[in-house]
């Protein structure tokens, strides 16, 4: 198969007045609260294994939720990393979306092990493209009972390239439109999420999952194969206009949904 999960090709994003100041400031060890600041941190990752802009994007997100986050910024280049202390003062981890599959693996791995144990004591991994890739298991943090694949690759995709490009998806019963770039499905045998305890978000217009919240041990995990995050510098590239306008809630949804026990 390709391994081109995610590769988003134009970045002109502007991290804004909440960006690398405010939501990067953190110690190398820990997380300590910034004054005032009572919001739950997220940890979103931000490193060699994501494209410029794709971080701030998630993020963003997490603060606009009606229960809004604090992100934090981690990774190897951060004042934070991806560690057991680090995680430990976390609610949320966020992977964005990124690079092709098997470099961006073997940049991470070795966060899979903390990653693994956090998630299954009660944390929420969150993956967007590249990051739903990566919480499968070959190659991956291994988050996801089932398999991810392409969705191009599927029977009757209405995408058959990695273009930048606009895919519907009927996310609860509702059609909607979003940003996509080569994203997964997400599969378990007989379609039977029910038998994991999983909650289906979305799918695409074939009936492939799009988006899903599946439980790790005493955490969750969601991920999203399209890209809700996307802001309208996504679109800035020829022919992609969102019909739906750019709106949130879908992110929102997906967020609120994997945080939920």
Request: proline share 8%; net charge negative.
């Amino acid at each position: 198969m390709s391994r081109t999960a995610g590769r988003v090709t134009r970045r002109r994003f502007l991290i804004g007045a909440a960006g690398a100041g405010a939501i990067g400031a953190a110690a190398a060890v820990g997380l300590p609260r910034l004054l005032g600041d009572d919001r739950p941190v997220a940890l979103v990752y931000r490193g060699p294994a994501t494209c410029a802009g794709c971080a701030e994007s998630v993020a963003r997100l997490l603060e606009s939720a009606p229960t809004p986050l604090r992100p934090v910024y981690c990774g190897p280049d951060e004042e934070v990393d991806v560690t057991p202390e680090s995680l430990a003062g976390a609610t949320l981890y966020a992977q964005p979306g990124g690079g092709t599959l098997d470099p961006a693996w073997r940049r991470v791995r070795g966060y899979a092990p903390h990653l693994r144990e956090w998630v299954a004591s009660g944390g929420t991994y969150l993956g967007f493209c590249l990051g739903a890739y990566l919480a499968g298991a070959d190659p991956g943090y291994n988050l996801f009972p089932g398999r991810v694949r392409q969705y191009i690759g599927t029977d009757e995709a209405t995408v058959d390239d990695t273009e930048d490009t606009v895919v519907e998806v009927t996310w609860r019963d509702e059609r909607r439109h979003l940003f996509f770039q080569d994203g997964a499905v997400f599969r378990v045998p007989g379609d039977d999420w029910g038998a994991i305890g999983a909650t289906v978000l979305a799918r695409y217009p074939n009936d492939t999952v799009a988006a899903v919240v599946s439980p790790y041990g005493s955490g969750r995990v969601g991920l999203v194969g399209p890209h809700p995050e996307a802001d309208e510098s996504w679109y800035s590239g020829p022919g992609l206009v969102n019909p739906d306008g750019i709106r949130y809630d879908l992110g929102h949804d997906l967020v609120a949904s994997a945080l939920q026990r």
